[in-house]
């Protein structure tokens, strides 16, 4: 498989400072949980509530639906570039839960740190602004408006719009007994960011240079940063081929969160039992050195731009992986399971661990 060009970031190339180390703040997604509007609908209106992704408002012109989302967060790689396509990435993703393959406009929220200088700012705005366009783009949409303040903080993120047809979006709420529950990214992003962070803290790097060397931790921040900034689309259209029952994003609630939150919209009585764990290469030996801190095995560790996870028919779930893998040159993993119970999601008490990639082979994945 072609690997994506790895490009790190390198400030000596635009006049910064050679330790100036970029926007390199911890960061975790936060979904938009939107309450269905009180619109009188026209035609009978979908209604979750804030298990939805994205808010489904059914239009006066019968038979469409606006399909609208918003994300935003502080940036948590050293590349700005990098950052805007996964923001990009992130924002659009809810769309993407629903089975929504196609977005019909973007907004940017951009919030400009008062800290930056002239400098920094005029190399790392519009770089930010480049990625996430760039990816848009790619996602075969555009970024039409938006907003961009001054603000304490860095903060990137944007609005993600469509308006469909009935078909085209798949209501998260149809699991059924005997589904089995499909992720197509491997976990540990937010490990792989604040483990290379660590690497200039000697007091937090203490804590996991004896299960991981810098080597590791480099290729798992790699790893981390184009996972988050691919794109669901592919999944998001297989989702329709395979007869999907529902899906969600995995962001900042962690895999374990966002599962409960899709199995307690369910229509019917029953719960989601996770076995496996995909994870980046050598995260799950960092988490387990750091106690308590992040919980990655325990699936409380906040993802960004994670997957979807998708429930699907059981005869469905190896056609479904087979094909993303065919389209993208990148798997996905059937963790687990629907059975009878009280629409809750539970982790068994040791899950196995599918290192990502399963061995190395000199290439990023």
Same mark, same amino acid.
């Given at each position: 498989m072609a690997q994506p060009q790895r490009r790190q970031f390198d400030p000596t190339a635009h006049g910064l400072d050679p330790d100036f180390r970029g926007l390199n703040l911890?960061? @975790?997604?936060?979904?938009s949980l939107s309450e269905q509007p009180e619109v009188p609908p026209v035609? +009978?209106?979908?209604? !979750?509530?804030?298990?939805?992704?994205?808010?489904?408002? +059914?239009?006066?012109?019968?038979?469409?639906?606006?399909?609208? %989302?918003?994300? #935003? #967060?502080?940036?948590?790689v050293d590349d700005p570039y990098m950052m805007g396509k996964i923001a990009c990435a992130n924002v659009i993703s809810d769309l993407y839960a629903l089975g929504v393959a196609d977005c019909d406009n973007m907004l940017m929220l951009l919030a400009i740190a008062q800290k930056l200088t002239d400098k920094e700012r005029d190399v790392i705005v519009p770089l930010? !602004?480049?990625? #996430?366009?760039? &990816?848009?783009?790619?996602?075969?949409?555009?970024?039409?408006?938006?907003?961009?303040?001054?603000? +304490?903080?860095?903060?990137?993120?944007?609005?993600a719009t469509t308006v469909c047809q009935s078909n085209e979006f798949i209501m998260p709420d149809n699991a059924v007994v005997g589904d089995v529950l499909i992720v197509t990214k491997p976990l540990g992003t937010q490990l792989a960011v604040n483990a290379y962070q660590w690497m200039d803290?000697?007091?937090?790097?203490?804590?996991?240079?004896?299960?991981?060397?810098?080597?590791?931790?480099?290729? /798992?921040?790699?790893? /981390?940063? #184009?996972?988050?900034?691919r794109l669901n689309r592919v999944a998001a259209s297989l989702m329709h081929k395979y007869e999907a029952h529902g899906a969600t994003d995995v962001t900042g609630f962690g895999i374990l969160g966002h599962a409960n939150n899709l199995a307690s919209i369910q229509k019917e009585e029953v719960a989601f039992v996770i076995h496996n764990l995909p994870i980046i290469a050598k995260m799950a030996a960092v988490s387990k050195a750091c106690g308590s801190m992040?919980? &990655? &095995?325990?699936?409380?560790?906040?993802? %960004?731009?994670? @997957?979807l996870l998708i429930a699907l028919p059981q005869e469905q779930a190896a056609a479904f992986c087979k094909d993303i893998e065919?389209?993208?040159?990148?798997?996905?993993?059937?963790?687990?399971?629907?059975e009878?119970?009280?629409? %809750?999601?539970?982790?068994?008490?040791?899950?196995?661990?599918?290192?990502? +990639?399963?061995?190395?082979e000199g290439e990023l994945w």
């Open positions: 911890r960061g @975790g997604g936060v979904d035609t +009978p209106a979908p209604h !979750i509530g804030i298990g939805m992704d994205s808010c489904i408002t +059914p239009l006066r012109h019968g038979g469409l639906s606006l399909v609208q %989302t918003t994300d #935003f #967060f502080y940036p948590l930010m !602004i480049r990625g #996430f366009r760039d &990816l848009a783009e790619e996602a075969g949409t555009s970024v039409n408006g938006g907003q961009t303040v001054k603000n +304490p903080w860095m903060t990137i993120g944007g609005v803290q000697p007091d937090r790097w203490n804590r996991i240079k004896l299960v991981v060397s810098e080597d590791d931790v480099r290729k /798992a921040y790699q790893r /981390a940063m #184009f996972s988050m900034a992040f919980g &990655l &095995l325990q699936g409380r560790s906040a993802e %960004t731009s994670g @997957g065919k389209q993208e040159g990148y798997q996905a993993w059937i963790i687990g399971i629907v009878k119970g009280n629409r %809750t999601a539970r982790i068994i008490d040791k899950p196995r661990v599918i290192e990502v +990639p399963a061995k190395e």
